[in-house]
């Protein structure tokens, strides 16, 4: 046998082979096992092909997905890569043929939709990656600063010019040796993104006589792209918040079949054809597909809204190249320095990087591809006939010297010249004075940093609510706790429930003040850039922002006295986790499923348990993995996702009673303690 494979007692599998080549085989393999209808929906996705199983609601994404040409992509990234990443990718792939048909039988989606688990092509995970991730680099913030200036004026948009929290961020951190009781670094920290059932991040273990990884698997991708450890080297990302994506304002028109583009050098012939969407339970859905020297168009088209109609240019279209060569690399590597060297290749997304391994060495640094261009491509949607918006080149990537600490949290740090919004600094500045307040950092402890709900956010509105004066008993009273409240979104906490509610009600007054009317118009983009382009959504992040601008017939203080006098009349005595509770997104979701569990934390905590205010309290977002890399002994290490390890049977959400609770797995090294699992 040239693979086996073995289970902790959370499920989490353990993979022995004789080779690199049959231990990507074997991935594949267990990969399809344990989450056949989550990457089948994920392949579906990618391809466009998702509503002929879950309908018209998936008609939004695979009309993007097909217009953004992503299968188109990958099949080019593919067929670009070196032969021996090719083969890699390839006996991953055949592994997961080979065991899909096995995995859908234990997986009830199947039965339920009717869907056949279908065939993988070797460019298939590629695909996959590209339809995670093509969305990260804010493309929807500048549809959404595009919008604000062409309604409200230019200087407008910077009234909302706060992190997209709606996409993606991460919390990591890495403290040198000098800094532990062990003498060896620690890496830890979580990657924040939507929650999904089952969950984006695999736990697994890749073995084999060239290197022994333990890390967290992309379901559909092979190798451990962004959190292992090798035992001489660890390794972790967090989003670096670049600009590297462009909106391009298109001009087109129709010459009988044909589609022409108006660009620098006058009218060209753009790319045209039309693909169907089949939809389950509604006639077919025909989509034109138009790809311009700029790029494939997302929105619009020759018969629309001339201020719609937009391309998107992203590297991996551009350069025909998504960095695959990197994860075997990465797998192999023994120091920072290899890890290094192989993030050079690197391409989207972009990220910044902390490494460490026991020789002392450490690591910070960005990796991926940012173009260069004129800086009016970072804040807007530029015309595509201007010849200085095009792309120059592209960006050397920054590191930066690491010191007794090292913090990534999505601000304004050492990604900064790649740039144009990044996350406020609450989170970065609270891991910070976390670390700081101890000298001699053990595994274990670590999970205090990762659980801590103190919202430092909160100060801005509150002092806001110092200044107020003509309040009621019932408002003044509840103005007197929240300034005494503690800050800290725990579960428990009435307080935090309050604040959360006056949040709320501040979010939906601004949102329906008359300055901002004309934003909460449809804006014309696709259904799929609505979570970008939603107006309460984007004041309930940029609350402080718009309560300091100078807003046409704003009363600051009269709003605030009403938002109180609101909350302190609805007297809601429920504690925070009573509605912050888990929602993860689910591609075949069950009307009958009970409440999730309630959650302690707010998007700007460490804890990052995201709602969008104003809207819902329920957590789309958050922490989608953690975990503690301990460069001393590997064995110490730990890790937890928020369901489990499977996406069916007991292992589906065994792990979810931890992760709410802030505990840790410890990572299982002794092949003696893992039960060897046979096929049937």
């Known amino acids: ?83 021996a990443t090719a083969e890699w990718v390839g006996h991953y792939v055949d592994g997961v043929n080979d065991a899909l048909a096995a995995g859908a039988a234990r997986a009830p989606e199947f ?26 680099a804010g493309f929807g913030t500048k549809l959404w600063r595009d919008l604000v200036a062409r309604r409200l004026g230019p200087a407008a948009a910077r009234l909302f010019a706060v992190d997209n929290h709606v996409t993606s961020g991460s919390n990591g951190w890495l403290v040198a040796a000098d800094r532990t009781a062990a003498g060896a670094a620690l890496i830890a920290g979580d990657p924040h993104r939507f929650i999904e059932a089952p969950g984006i991040y ?33 390794w972790a990302i967090t989003n670096a918040m670049a600009d590297y994506q462009d909106g391009y304002a298109e001009r087109l028109r129709r010459r009988g079949d044909r589609v022409e583009a108006y660009g620098p050098d006058g009218w060209r012939l ?6 169907t969407i089949e939809v389950s339970g509604a006639e077919p859905v025909e989509v034109e597909v138009i790809e311009t020297e700029r790029g494939p168009v997302v929105s619009g088209g020759p018969d ?13 279209r551009v350069l025909g190249e998504l960095g695959f060569a990197v994860l075997p690399a990465l797998l192999r590597a023994r120091t920072v320095d290899d890890v290094d060297a192989a993030l050079d290749g690197w391409v989207e997304p972009v990220n910044v990087v902390l490494a460490a391994d026991t020789v002392g060495g450490l690591l910070h640094r960005v990796a991926g ?12 949607v530029v015309p595509a006939w201007g010849a200085d918006h095009a792309w120059q080149g592209w960006h050397d990537m920054p590191s930066a010297p690491v010191g007794q600490v090292a913090v990534m949290a999505n601000e304004r740090g050492i ?23 101890v000298d001699d950092w053990q595994a274990g402890q670590m999970a205090s940093v990762h659980t801590d709900t103190y919202l430092a956010a909160a100060g801005p509105l509150l002092d806001l609510l110092a200044t107020l004066d003509g309040l009621d008993p019932a408002a003044a009273g509840l103005r007197d706790r929240l300034l005494a409240w503690d800050r800290r979104m725990a579960a428990d906490s009435v307080d935090a429930a309050a604040f959360a509610d006056l949040r709320a009600a501040v979010t939906r007054r601004l949102a329906a003040h008359p300055a901002l009317a004309e934003l909460a118009e449809p804006p014309g983009y696709p259904e799929v850039f609505r979570p970008w382009l939603t107006l309460t959504s984007r004041v309930g992040y940029a609350v402080i922002s718009l309560l300091s601008a100078d807003l046409p017939g704003l009363d600051r203080a009269d709003l605030l006295r009403g938002a109180l006098a609101e909350i302190a009349a609805a007297d809601d005595t429920r504690p925070w986790g009573d509605r912050h509770r888990l929602l993860p997104w689910r591609a075949l979701p069950d009307p009958a499923a009970p409440p999730g569990p309630a959650l302690a934390g707010d998007h700007d905590c460490v804890l990052a348990t995201s709602s969008v205010p104003g809207v819902t309290d329920l957590c789309l977002r958050g922490p989608t993995a953690r975990y503690v890399w301990d460069l001393a002994r590997r064995e110490d290490s ?19 009673p931890l992760w709410v609770d802030g505990e840790l797995i410890t990572v299982t090294c002794d092949w003696d303690r893992l039960t060897e699992e046979h096929d049937d």
């Not at 990507?24 to 996705?45: K, M, N, P, S, Y």
Request: proline share 8%; with cysteine; charged share 25%.
């Open 415 to 437: 990604s900064a010249g790649l740039g144009v919004e990044f996350a406020p600094p609450y989170r970065a500045e609270r891991i910070r004075h976390l670390l700081d307040a």
């Open 369 to 380: 591809r940012v173009p260069r261009r004129h800086p009016d491509n970072g804040r807007r």
């Open 638 to 656: 730990r890790w937890v996702v928020p369901l489990g390890a499977t996406g069916a049977g007991p292992h589906r959400d065994d792990q979810l």
């Open 1 to 83: 046998m040239s693979a086996r494979r073995y289970r902790d007692d959370y499920g989490i599998p353990h993979l022995r082979a004789v080779d690199h080549t049959s231990l990507a085989f074997a991935q594949g393999q267990v990969t399809a096992l344990d989450r056949a209808w989550q990457i089948e929906v994920e392949r579906h996705r990618a391809q466009g092909t998702s509503a002929s199983f879950l309908g018209v609601e998936a008609v939004a994404w695979d009309s993007f997905a097909r217009r953004a040409r992503l299968d188109d992509t990958a099949r080019r990234c593919h067929a670009a890569l070196d032969p």
């Open 304 to 316: 629309d809204d001339p201020a719609t109609t937009i391309s998107l240019r992203y590297p991996p």
């Open 270 to 275: 753009a790319h045209r054809h039309v693909e």
């Open 202 to 234: 695999q736990q697994i273990r890749l073995a084999c006589p060239e290197y022994d990884v333990v890390g967290f698997a992309v379901p559909g991708v092979p190798g451990i792209p962004h959190f292992g450890h090798a035992g001489a080297v660890a």
């Open 111 to 136: 039965a339920a939709t009717g869907l056949r688990p279908g065939r993988w092509q070797p460019w298939t995970p590629l695909a996959l990656w590209l339809s995670h991730h093509v969305l990260f």
